[in-house]
């Protein structure tokens, strides 16, 4: 994913694109594996605000594994009933075997305020 940082108007339709790397910046084989979205009030909450998940193809596409690559669906119902301001998100890959390790570690999750009302 080229930026970190996720800014959303309030009840956007939004696609975010990913691209998985291992710590040495090599493209990351998700075949066989999944992966999962998440953003939260704050960092120690345990509630999840958004979930995302691959085994939704709707939320989560993986379209190239090999290539490491998906596309996550942020749809209105997901942002449109949250006040502006910051949240945070998180990626992670789980892998077949059931190991886990995080793509983007906390980061920054904006809504901005919607100026049309659809």
Known sequence: MAVNEISVAQG???????EVTDDDDVIFNLTGHSLTFTVKYNENESANIVLKISSDINQIDIFDPVAGEANIFLVPADTEDFEPGDYFYDIWVT???GERFTVIKKNNFKITPRITVL
């Open 12 to 18: 956007e339709d939004k696609t975010l694109k990913l």
């Open 95 to 97: 892998l077949s075997t």
